[in-house]
């Protein structure tokens, strides 16, 4: 799961998708492309909506996407089309590239739709993002447990 900044969208797309797939074996992870908030806390908002959900993010901290991260993980998912761009731009060949997706073409494909950030707005914000990751958490799942 990747995000600008790994403090708000991403971090809870990773808390989502783990509390989703206990019983799978599947290892979910999170990173930014920026490395504004390297060591930080999950951004209290990010905590709270989790919270709301029984979903805990406070022992995760914040680390900037890697190139190893092609090797480590499958399905890189962008939250949004800056941060696809910029994972593009770091693949170095067609095997990485297949990796990227935006995460909510697996609602719509090929929509190319961004899941907003939520940083300088208020509380709602967050809420409205929880719900677009709840949702296509639910359908990420239903497709691993087809494998
Ligand atoms: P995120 O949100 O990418 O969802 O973690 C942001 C967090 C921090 C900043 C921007 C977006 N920032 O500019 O510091």
Not at 19 to 24: A, G, P
Not at 74 to 96: G, K, P, R, V, W
Not at 105 to 124: A, H, L, M, Q, T
Request: charged content about 25%; glycine content about 6%.
């Amino acid at each position: 799961m990747v995000c600008l900044g790994n403090i708000c969208r991403s971090p809870l797309a990773e808390g989502i998708l783990k509390s989703k797939t206990e019983h799978l074996d599947v290892i979910v992870d999170s990173a930014g492309t920026a490395a504004y908030h390297i060591g930080s806390q999950p951004d209290i908002r990010s905590i709270e909506i989790a919270n709301k959900y029984g979903i805990d993010l406070r022992n995760q901290r914040a680390r900037q996407f890697s190139r190893a991260d092609f090797d480590e993980f499958d399905i890189i998912y962008a939250m949004d089309t800056n941060n696809f761009a910029h994972l593009t731009s770091l693949a170095e060949n067609q095997n990485e590239r297949n990796k990227i997706r935006m995460i909510l073409n697996e609602i719509k494909s090929e929509s190319f739709d961004s899941v907003p950030d939520p940083y300088y707005g208020g509380d709602n914000g967050f809420q409205n993002v929880y719900e677009m990751l709840n949702k296509v958490c639910e359908i990420i799942t239903q497709n691993l447990e087809k494998r």
